[in-house]
């Protein structure tokens, strides 16, 4: 497996608690958050409606949550995480016979997730907090990672400095333009997601020249 380590969760940030019953009602607060996403501007909602919306009192809220930012930051590295676990679980099945397949079904993968979300278009096209930035980044070179590796083992890319940083920089570029899709159409516009493919397609899977001719 690729060594692409994810840094540290910001403060603040709540990755699921060990107990069910905690489990259960972070869950709830983090659905309930997502669902009000769908509805109001992130900035009209507050941990009153929230706890509202989830069912839950608002002590049992700050028990988990010490604000809405904590809520927010970690709905959003919840989603985070769910991108990066798509695209490993693509990478990890049997591999199509062409590059460009396996692009056709990341894409897929990716637009399934977004549309699976509710509130994301919500909150994750807003700019993201400083101290996301980094675990936001670091999820992409991770995502890089996994293609790359992917693409060695399967098709016979190089496994070089090189065309890892080609890999990395596709991933950027490609996240940009989904963010892109997702702002135009809620469920993603095809016209962006062709381009998307167009750019897989062109760059990524384009064999690297040999720099001896």
């Known amino acids: 497996m690729p060594d692409a ?3 540290p969760l910001p403060a603040g940030v709540l990755r699921a608690p060990q107990q069910q ?3 259960e009602k972070v869950s709830r607060i983090l659905a309930a958050t997502a669902r009000l996403l769908e509805r109001h501007d992130h900035e009209q909602i507050g941990t009153k409606l929230i706890a509202a919306e989830a069912q839950v009192s608002i ?3 700050y028990r988990f949550f010490p604000d809405k930012h904590a809520i927010l930051s970690s709905l959003l590295v919840h989603w985070l995480d769910q991108h990066l676990a798509a695209m490993e679980s693509v990478l990890a ?3 199509p016979p062409t590059p460009s397949e396996l692009g056709a079904r990341l894409i897929a993968e990716q637009v399934r997730v977004r549309r699976g979300a509710p509130g ?15 675990y936001d980044q670091a ?3 991770r995502i890089a990672a996994v293609i790359h590796a992917a693409l060695v083992r399967g098709y ?5 400095d090189d065309f890892r940083f080609r890999t990395e920089l596709v991933v950027t570029a490609a996240a940009q333009l989904l963010i892109t899709a997702f702002e135009l159409d809620p469920d993603g516009d095809t016209r962006v997601l062709g381009e998307v493919r167009l750019m897989l397609d062109g760059w990524l899977f384009a064999r690297p020249c040999d ?3």
């Open 5 to 7: 380590a994810l840094p």
């Open 21 to 23: 019953r905690s489990r």
């Open 59 to 61: 002590g049992v809220l």
């Open 93 to 95: 099945a049997e591999l």
């Open 120 to 134: 994301y278009r919500g909150l994750r096209l807003h700019a993201l907090p400083p101290e996301l930035r980094a």
């Open 139 to 141: 999820v992409s070179r």
């Open 156 to 160: 016979g890319y190089p496994d070089g």
């Open 211 to 213: 720099p001896g001719r």
